[in-house]
């Protein structure tokens, strides 16, 4: 795919198009980002009026509650897996490529090395249920489209892990962080730098792992972020997921391979220290 593509970025409110909007543009592309003001995916002909025109779709627009979930499964279906059926038909009628974005929570986390991308699902919540039934319908119903998966998301245009816990190193002694969930810590400037590099290579339609490269857990996370910013890491304690029930299950293992992205000739997202070291040099966060 050249430069100069139209593209329309749905869930334009969150934390990813925060980055990926200027990010397409900085690349030239001419970008029309749309939130849950401008338009209602769980609508079939909003979405298909808003894709008409475009070359490109990237669907961000998600239920990402994951705990409301649990009480809300339709509510969250209606999103995660109707809404993204609107996007893919509209995508699809428009003759445009889409880009979707889903979830390691696809999976049981149940795993000892990470996850293929062709790995049967199995997931354990009602959030990872209508993502998943949100994949199925991309693929259904938008043959040209990329589903993108990631984890551990973190950025400056919105509420994360990260900015948690520098908050909470101000106000507490000590911190309990979770050490047995096992993930990638992801910036959402790399993500959105991925996905920008994905349409560049126009890389052949497929599952994706848009997740930073090496793995952590909660608590290596969290003293990670300490250490970055000259605090002590032994102020945080590591605990077990049982210290602190949630409604949804938390995949113990949600690390991702990315050997889809290394055969379609794209290189991978970097380590995620790297990643969090350059955030965290740009973040106004204290």
Known sequence: MSEGLRVLVTGAGGMLAHDLVPALRAAGHVVTAVGREDLDVTEPA???????GHDLVVNCAAWTRVDDAESHE???????????????????RAGARLAHLSTDYVFDGQATMPYAAEHPPSPRSAYGRTKLAGEWAVRALCVD???????WLYG?????????????????????????????????GDLADLIVRMVAADAPAGTYHGTSSGETTWHGLARAVFEARGLDPKRVRPTTSAAFPRPAARP???VLSHATLDAAGVIPIRDWRAALMDYLADSPIE
């Open 252 to 254: 113990a293992y949600g």
């Open 46 to 52: 909003e979405c298909s009026a808003a894709a008409a």
């Open 74 to 92: 339709p509510q969250a279906f209606a999103v995660n897996a109707v809404g993204a059926a609107n996007v893919a038909r509209g995508a699809s």
């Open 156 to 188: 400056a245009g919105g509420p994360n892990f990260v900015a948690t816990m520098l908050r909470l190193a101000g106000e507490r002694e000590t911190l309990d962080v979770v050490d047995d969930q096992h993930g990638q810590p992801t910036w959402t």
């Open 145 to 151: 489209s990329w589903v993108v998966r990631t984890a």
